[in-house]
């Protein structure tokens, strides 16, 4: 038996094995291209996968399908006057909480309002590269991130998770 063992843990010391999480190969350099500030003109040659999710004259809102791995993620931004406002991503469930919230606090240090209820939690960094981010991550038997919007601080324009709620039927 403990040459079995013996056998099992110099097999296991030559692999040399590296768990990663499944599929996540996200970064928020994946996002950048997309951040408010930026013309939506050079947003579209990169990415010409995109369609119009709401138009009112000036003042747009574009969905972008961006292939990854296995699956699709999509990137709403909201255009005032070919300039990006805000965007907003629904990030896939498979995404573990911690590791996404590790990369934002890298990119931009501890959050400066967090409010949790029940299983879910919302982290907010006001005033970032001036815009506001928002982190919501929930948990059922993992933790997992459920959306990330980035919004300019310009106040002339209404947020777009203002908007999506809007949408929603009332009960």
């Known amino acids: 038996m403990s040459?079995?063992?013996?056998?099992?843990?110099?097999?296991?010391?030559?692999?040399?094995?590296?768990i990663t999480p499944p599929n996540y190969d996200f970064t928020l350099k994946t996002l950048e291209s997309f951040m408010p500030g930026k013309n939506?003109?050079?947003?579209?040659?990169?990415?010409?996968?995109?369609?119009?999710?709401?138009?009112?004259?000036?003042?747009?809102?574009?969905?972008f399908k961006l292939l990854r791995?296995?699956?699709?993620?999509?990137?709403?931004?909201?255009?005032?006057?070919?300039?990006v406002t805000d965007l907003f991503v629904r990030?896939?469930?498979?995404f573990l909480?911690?590791?996404?919230?590790?990369?934002?606090?890298?990119?931009?240090?501890?959050?400066?309002?967090?409010?949790r209820h029940d299983r879910s939690a919302v982290y907010v960094w006001l005033n970032?590269?001036?815009?506001?981010?928002?982190?919501?991550g929930s948990c059922s038997i993992t933790c997992f991130p459920m959306f990330i919007e980035i919004v300019s601080a310009e106040k002339s324009v209404?947020?777009?998770?203002?908007?999506?709620n809007e949408a929603l039927p009332r009960w």
């Open 97 to 115: 909480h911690d590791l996404f919230l590790r990369d934002l606090q890298k990119k931009w240090n501890k959050q400066d309002k967090y409010v």
């Open 40 to 63: 939506i003109d050079e947003i579209k040659k990169l990415n010409p996968k995109f369609d119009i999710f709401a138009d009112n004259g000036d003042q747009k809102i574009l969905r």
């Open 158 to 164: 209404i947020p777009m998770y203002v908007k999506l």
């Open 3 to 18: 040459l079995l063992f013996i056998h099992l843990f110099i097999f296991l010391r030559l692999i040399h094995a590296e």
């Open 128 to 136: 970032r590269d001036n815009n506001t981010i928002i982190y919501h």
């Open 91 to 94: 990030l896939p469930q498979h």
């Open 69 to 83: 791995a296995n699956y699709f993620l999509d990137v709403y931004t909201q255009v005032k006057k070919d300039t």
